[in-house]
């Protein structure tokens, strides 16, 4: 009977840890946050900081909020000229997704909301989950092209940006390497219309050419001249959006700064909340943006001030917006859980507009 006993709580020793798990992800991340965000506010003088939040500008903030929404306009158009060459989607589909993407990075760990992206487009459009993934990945390499245009544009304006050509070096080697490998893969796809069928019992080997076949095929649009156009000019647009957004901050927190810096400051920021260190890169944007306001010649109470400020207000348009996209989509748990499609693709929400793929796009 003890040994049954013993027995039974290891078994449940497992499972309890398992359970638990989320909840310790999240208190080591919030205890990492507020570490982060800790070490700053000690480096400054908090009562100049919080003098600083009293005193902002809040006329500033309907610029600041449109900046927001209109970048995910512009994103839209982009993952519609990537997902062109498989199925024609309509912009405000692809606007309302991606404003639950953004709410769910913001409130979901690990920038999950991503996923949720990925899984409303399939079970919309019935396209797999690696040609869509190919999209998404696609999207991180346009976001590198702008952001080397703007690194490079704020290398030649300011002495004080020298520190960031090592990033520029990095973000064009990635750019070649990858429009390459994109174009590489795409080609693969375009000329093995059919798979050849793997030896049977070779099942791993048969799913992972099905794969591949698929990611290259959501890459297609890099053999498309007039796609990467739209591509590129749509991707420079939604920085330039944000760029405007970190403006209006600026404004609010009265920071005498040229317009080109807020370029670098949409560089960092974004970074920083892309490394999945901490619930939304808490602590970990605070002290980019502050690191780099101070480089420009920004006092540490402010530049901290500031940082603080923009991640707030950044935040809200999205936490405001995803639900009222989730409900224009109207969406249920299955089309945010990987559940099976099957071979019946659902009919888009009214807001969807063009949901077939246009006649002679894929030409």
């Not at 399939?122 to 396209?127: P, T």
């Not at 807020?262 to 970074?271: K, R």
């Not at 409900?327 to 990987?338: G, V």
Request: hydrophobic share 55%; proline share 4%.
């Amino acid at each position: 009977m003890e040994h049954e006993s013993e027995a039974a709580g290891a078994a449940a020793a497992p499972g309890l840890l398992r359970h638990s798990y989320p909840y310790l992800r999240t208190l080591l991340q919030l205890a990492v946050a507020g570490g982060l965000l800790a070490g700053l506010l000690l480096r400054v003088d908090r009562s100049a900081v919080w003098e600083q939040l009293q005193e902002a500008s809040l006329i500033w903030l309907p610029l600041a909020f449109a900046g927001t929404i209109v970048s995910q306009w512009f994103r839209a158009i982009r993952w519609r000229y990537l997902l062109q060459p498989m199925r024609w989607m309509g912009v405000p589909f692809l606007f309302a997704s991606n404003l639950i993407g953004a709410s769910g990075n913001i409130v979901l760990p690990l920038r999950a909301g991503e996923l949720i992206r990925v899984q409303v487009l399939r079970k919309r459009s019935g396209l797999t989950v690696s040609s869509i993934v190919a999209t998404v990945l696609s999207e991180k390499l346009a976001d590198m092209v702008a952001f080397s245009t703007f690194i490079v544009l704020g290398l030649l304006l300011f002495d004080e940006a020298r520190f960031l050509w090592p990033l520029a070096v990095v973000y064009g080697g990635v750019v070649i390497g990858g429009l390459a490998a994109g174009r590489h893969l795409a080609r693969r796809a375009e000329k093995l219309a059919e798979l050849e069928e793997a030896p049977k019992g070779a099942r791993l080997r048969r799913w992972l050419r099905r794969e591949l076949h698929s990611f290259g095929h959501g890459l297609r649009s890099f053999l498309k001249p007039g796609a990467m156009f739209h591509i590129v000019w749509s991707s420079h647009a939604a920085w330039l959006c944000e760029a405007t957004m970190y403006y209006a901050f600026g404004q609010a927190m009265g920071l005498d700064l040229s317009p080109a810096v807020y370029l670098l400051v949409v560089v960092t920021a974004t970074i920083a909340v892309s490394v999945p260190l901490t619930q939304a890169g808490l602590g970990v944007f605070e002290l980019a943006i502050a690191g780099l306001l101070v480089a420009f010649g920004v006092d540490e109470a402010t530049a901290a001030a500031y940082a603080i400020f923009s991640h707030l207000f950044l935040a809200i348009p999205y936490l405001v917006s995803g639900p009222m996209a989730a409900l224009a989509l109207r969406l249920n748990p299955s089309d945010i859980l990987f559940m099976r499609v099957g071979n019946k693709v659902e009919e888009e929400a009214p807001v969807t507009g063009e949901a077939a793929a246009r006649p002679g796009s894929d030409r």
